[in-house]
């Protein structure tokens, strides 16, 4: 029975530590961290491509699913993400086994106390111990941590950590579905404005050329060819610009893939809008709410702090001791409360985000259908001699910078869609377990 209870109590002793838990990094950050930029990621790796690991001097025809799959199964990315939901198995079994050690704890000094009811005088001569000595060893325990309340929170935070194991991994794999569709949107935007800044140079060449053969037979000064010729410089250096631009985002995206920096890559895909049945701004709301880790994190915040005040209910209520306790828990409830405001403001901003960007979309294809329509009759008046060589010019470079416009308009589009599905699930922030 000595041995035993020795061994009981000093094992609570020496493994639990202090056991009360920090919630203020989860519950005060909730606020800041639910603003933060936001379709799940598929997780079937038996279909995950084998491209990643390939780095040839042939190109790689990649889609963007497959770009996501290798992302979320074979990226460095991928493996911070196993890795954090590995660390987080360890945490929720470390509760586990820390609950189980002031169990022993416990268990082994009610022994003690039954021991000394049921031996009463003889209790020294059973046990070898003394009452002081009991006295001493719960004592030490309660100092440990060995108690019921921390066993119960150990209890709590080991069922709340199993329950948001897969919750936080799949915030991990949402950032990095994010950041793979950012990136590879990059790249097909890259490509686009190199093409565009290319048929821009094309016919900026091609007028200069009809601009020196109006000059040779004396229908135009020779102001109007520097102007050309100036208009050509201007286009080459745009294809220059965009040519440096195309091969950097294809770097980005190599790295992000772990290719080679210079592996060629044939993206399949092309730049071309979303669609989408429209969004109901009312049930993302709700959505949002039953599924964001932030919520998690502040509702069960505030269950421990609950907890942990009722540790205290013994102590005056003007005491430091159980004052501290009660402004931590108004502090957990109101940030529970605010958390679920922000949500709300979070998904209602990001809806109007894509509406905001559904409408610049739609104006920059008006525009770009405006330029082209200007550029067909600046060019048939300046056949006609009634319009200036820099009319002509300058409707091509508006016609240019519109089709430009576009193809960052669609980007920008497809991007606050992701971002706004990804907040009516569990979003893109870990919470600690």
């Known amino acids: 029975m000595k041995k035993r209870a020795v061994y009981f109590v000093m094992i609570g002793i020496l ?35 084998e491209k990643a690991i390939t780095i040839s001097s042939e190109p790689i025809k990649l889609s963007l699913q497959e770009a996501t799959l290798i992302m979320t199964t074979k ?29 022993k704890t416990l268990d ?15 209790f020294t001569i059973a046990t070898g111990y003394t009452s002081s000595m009991v006295m001493q060893l719960s004592y030490e325990a309660q100092v440990a941590g060995a108690t019921q309340n921390n066993k119960k929170i150990l209890n709590l935070r080991r069922s709340f950590a199993q329950e948001n194991q897969q919750n936080n991994y799949q915030a991990d794999l949402n950032k990095i579905q994010e950041d793979t569709v950012m990136m590879y949107g990059n790249v097909l935007l890259a490509q686009d404005n190199y093409k565009i800044a290319t048929d821009n140079l094309i016919v900026q060449q091609k007028i ?22 100036t208009a050509v410089m201007d286009a080459e250096k745009e294809v220059r610009t965009s040519k440096t631009k195309m091969a950097y985002a294809h770097m980005s995206f190599n790295y992000l893939l772990g290719f080679g920096v210079l592996q060629p890559v044939t993206f399949t895909d092309k730049l071309a809008e979303t669609t989408t049945e429209g969004i109901d701004v009312e049930l993302a709301i709700e959505s949002a709410r039953n599924n964001r880790n ?6 069960f915040a505030k269950e421990i702090y609950k907890i942990l005040l009722n540790d205290v209910s013994a102590y005056p209520k003007s005491s430091s001791t159980y004052l501290t306790a009660q402004i931590n828990l108004l502090t957990a409830e109101k940030t529970a409360k605010d958390a679920w405001v922000q949500i709300e403001i979070d998904i209602r901003n990001r809806a109007a985000e894509v509406e905001d960007k559904e409408a610049a979309l739609i104006a920059a294809k008006a525009l770009q259908n405006y330029a082209e329509e200007g550029v067909r009759l600046i060019t048939l008046t300046n056949e006609e001699g009634l319009s200036t060589v820099d009319e002509l010019l300058n409707a091509q470079v508006s016609y240019y910078k519109s089709k430009l416009n576009v193809a960052k308009a669609i980007s920008d589009y497809n991007i606050s869609l992701k971002e706004l599905k990804d907040a009516q699930g569990v979003g893109t922030m870990r919470i600690p377990l």
Do not use: C, H, W
């Open 75 to 103: 990226g460095t990315r991928a493996e911070t993400a196993d890795l954090n939901r590995k660390s987080d198995i360890a945490v929720a079994n470390g509760y586990s086994e820390k609950a189980s050690t002031i169990k």
């Open 208 to 229: 200069m050329k009809t601009i020196n053969a109006k000059k040779s037979v004396g229908l135009l000064s020779k102001k109007d060819v520097l102007q050309a010729q």
């Open 15 to 49: 493994l639990i530590g202090n056991l009360t838990p920090v919630f203020a990094e989860s519950s005060t950050s909730t606020g800041n961290a639910i603003m933060t930029t936001q379709e799940a990621v598929t997780t079937e790796k038996a279909i995950a491509t």
């Open 108 to 122: 082994g000094l009610d022994q003690l106390y039954q021991a000394e009811s049921l031996y009463g005088d003889n």
């Open 294 to 299: 932030e919520i998690k994190g502040a509702n």
